[in-house]
């Protein structure tokens, strides 16, 4: 018995929500966006085998993979339960690039728990993965946040709760947008995006991004494109990072100029996304971005829905 999981591209922070809002990212042509981990039956304890797009960029040491962390958290989470991880052999197809902004850890991480979760009956439940996707992501990026693993996982858009019991809850997406996702080709680290920016916010900021994040989820629930568009901006990363991000200015003003809904920075960068209603438009913004935003052969650009799946296990021979 073998299984592999796929875990879709996340946009953390979606502009208003930072670290509390994420969604997961389809690609409207079917093209895959997101990482693949394979769980085969093996006479070894573990092993590990990468390939894909962005393999190469993965450590060359098998045990500094993020992948042989889940390993080991996994097996931990079991035994609590009584139970023991099998022997067992896995691939990791690494499509993501890494420092992306797009969720890239994340989706190795949660393919890689929920490959492992199907290959063992589904031993731990949903909220028992969430928190130790939530903690394989922090060791990554240093503070322990959900807005991508939640959305990768559970699909569509996820607001963290973090309360009373509940990591998160889903917020209704709008099924006419087209979320225009494009990344540069170069490498931010997630570490160093919030090392950069404040440790305090002023009563105005925090008002500011209470209203609007309030707001944003308010007109998703009651329907309000034009309102859920309008508050889709950020005062507390965007102002800091996008100084990081060569062309973003030049972006959002030609997004703007071309009717664009809202512009923003996906996680931590250099992915940028662009919500539009248009589908003609969001494809020639593709083609623009490609033209104009692209800076080498790493990057890539897609129009998306809103993944409502998250991710799926199956069976493979
Ligand atoms: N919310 C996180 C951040 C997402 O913006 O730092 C990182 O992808």
Not at 56 to 82: F, M
Not at 284 to 293: I, Q, T
Request: hydrophobic residues 45%; contains cysteine.
């Amino acid at each position: 018995m073998a299984v592999v999981a796929y875990a879709p591209a996340s946009i953390g922070n979606v502009s208003v929500g930072f670290d509390v809002l994420g969604a997961a990212l389809a690609p409207i042509d079917g093209a895959l966006l997101g990482d693949r981990v394979e769980v085969h039956e093996s006479e070894q304890a573990f092993s590990l085998a990468c390939r894909g797009r962005f393999a190469h960029k993965l450590p060359d040491d098998p045990q500094k993979n993020i992948v042989y962390s889940c390993y080991l958290g996994y097996a931990e989470a079991l035994q609590k339960k009584g139970l023991t991880i099998k022997p067992l052999h896995m691939v990791l197809e690494k499509n993501l690039p890494i420092g992306s902004g797009l969720g890239s850890s994340a989706s190795s991480i949660v393919a890689a728990l929920e490959g492992l979760n199907g290959f063992h009956d589904f031993a731990l439940d949903q909220d028992e993965q969430l928190l130790l996707m939530g903690e394989l992501e922090g060791r990554i990026s240093g503070s322990v946040h959900y807005d991508n693993v939640a959305p990768c996982y559970l699909g569509g858009i996820q607001l963290m709760i973090e309360e009373a019991g509940i990591i998160s809850q889903s917020v209704p997406d709008f099924a006419n947008w087209f979320w225009v996702a494009c990344y540069p080709g170069i490498s931010i680290s997630t570490a160093e995006a919030r090392a950069i920016l404040p440790k305090e916010y002023s009563r105005s900021d925090c008002l500011t991004y209470g209203r609007r994040l309030a707001a944003f989820v308010h007109a998703s629930y009651t329907g309000q494109e034009a309102l859920a568009a309008a508050v889709l901006k950020d005062v507390i990363a965007e102002p800091y990072r996008q100084a990081l991000i060569p062309g973003f200015n030049a972006v959002r003003e030609h997004a703007a100029a071309k009717g664009a809904l809202a512009t923003g920075i996906s996680g931590s960068g250099p992915t940028v996304f662009i919500a539009m209603t248009d589908k003609e438009k969001a494809l020639e913004m593709k083609s623009w971005l490609e033209a104009n935003f692209i800076q080498n052969q790493d990057g890539f650009c897609h129009v998306c829905h809103i993944d409502r799946n998250g991710t799926t296990v199956s069976k493979i021979a």
